[in-house]
């Protein structure tokens, strides 16, 4: 009676080394993946050995157990029944989602084929006042852009992916709006805010921001739940006739149920991809209005969306950029006589001139004067325009100033020794330019100037900056002041 139990015995001991030893193989592998990602990534060479080893080191610690319960005719039988288990969940695990994968990668490389060969539309068919987000899939930026650059009146949203209620994403979270009971749809607009349908706190609660240009002060979103869908049509995906696991993103007409556009993919199960492409197979024009991608057909028909609404300059203004133009380039400055001041100036008060106006300030400034000044662009109220000044070079630092004629730049060069100003008018032509250089540092002393502000102050350009000289060397705050032209 005494070897059964030794043989037990001798099992059991001989079981819990080998998990002991198959643990310390698994950790040697995993900490090898880590150690070779850090620190630009990757381990997965080593994370791949996982796959095989796992198994065979299950057969390598159920030996024992096999060979102690199966009579002596039988172990070759039980062995060979054990390892075809085990061969059984390593596919389940490890073959089958590989498998699944594959086939699924091979269906999108069939559906980009088919929709390469298919016509993408006419601008007209992308013509819509309204449309719902029928995938729930829409992002933030993507709403924004067709409730103004693409002149959709309203944009509707339903439920999303892994949601019961409408909302966006914003990056990988989706933001959502909570709606009435028997509501499925909210339909979105913008709005003055003194509208009834104003809901101060929906593009917050969206992730969305509106606290700065184009939108005015005055712009609010407008929400409006709905039983059934709101607006003129809907993009959606459709089962490809004919092409099992394929479907089709249609836009289709919400009263007539006409398919304006359909175009072939291989997105479901999941989410809409989002895939860029270099090829030009890929990609089919539709006219001035956009283009389809055939690696990306969702997000890439959201984009070719446009509509005949234009948003009241009171709530959107539209973006004027004016490159900036210097006729005399190259050619030698004239000096400009300044004078250098060491100000006396709190935190708080080198904080408000460094950062400038808020955009509710500088636009409210601009509606009673006409105009005015944010981080260098030029708010216009009344023709509906903020005009921004083109960047000349973009290896010279600069600050830019707005006024109601034109602007002005201020350039460190000469290493920040010098500054250059140049004058433009409102179509970014300069008009003059010149600098003003410090006095040259003895020999043991560094000067370095950096231009942080601009401000006109009664009829000077005054220039706020950061001057660091002497040795040990010091960081102060003066101010460089020219009479304007």
Known sequence: MEAPVRSLQSMIFSVVLRIIGSAIVVGVILVLGILSAIPYGGGGEFLSLLKPTVPLLCIWIGYPFVMYFATPAGK??????????????????????HWATDRRMALREEAVALCRSQPAGTPEDYKVDGILDGAGALHGEELLSLLTTRGIRSVALGPGLGSSSPGVFNGSERHVLRVPDGAQYVKLE?????????????????????????????????????????????????????????????????????????????????????????????????????????????????????????????????????????????????????????????????????????????????????WGNYRGALVRPVSGELIELGVLDRSVPRQVLALADGFIEVQAIARYTNVRVIRYDLEGRALWHGVMKHPPPGPDELVRFDPMALAVRDGDLVVYGFKRFGQPQKTEVYVWRTALR
């Not at 070759?76 to 989602?97: D, E, K, M, T, Y």
């Not at 593009?203 to 869908?229: H, I, K």
């Open 190 to 370: 913008l709005v003055d805010r003194d509208d009834r349908r104003c809901a101060p706190d929906a593009a917050s609660r969206l992730g969305l921001y509106f606290e700065g240009p184009p939108f005015t002060p005055r712009t609010c979103l407008a929400t409006t739940p709905s039983v059934a869908n709101p607006v003129s049509h809907v993009l959606r995906s459709e089962p490809l006739a004919g092409h099992r696991g394929m479907i089709r993103w249609s836009l289709v007409e919400q009263a007539s149920g006409r398919v304006r556009v359909g175009i072939a993919s291989g997105d479901e199960p999941g989410p809409p991809m989002r895939q860029d492409s270099r090829d030009e197979a890929d990609w089919k024009s539709v006219g001035d209005k956009g283009r389809i991608n055939c690696r990306s057909p969702y997000s890439s028909m959201l984009q070719t969306l446009w509509g005949p609404f234009t948003p009241s300059p009171a709530l959107l203004l539209s973006r004027r950029p004016v490159p900036a133009s210097v006729p005399f380039e190259g050619a030698a400055a004239p000096d400009l006589r300044f004078r250098q001041e060491k100000p006396e100036l709190s935190n708080r008060e080198w904080s408000d001139i460094v950062n400038g106006p808020s955009w509710t300030e500088a636009y409210e400034q601009a509606a009673r004067t006409g």
């Open 76 to 97: 070759g039988r039980a062995l060979a029944s054990f390892v075809a288990l085990l061969a059984v969940a390593w596919w389940f695990a490890f073959g089958q989602p």
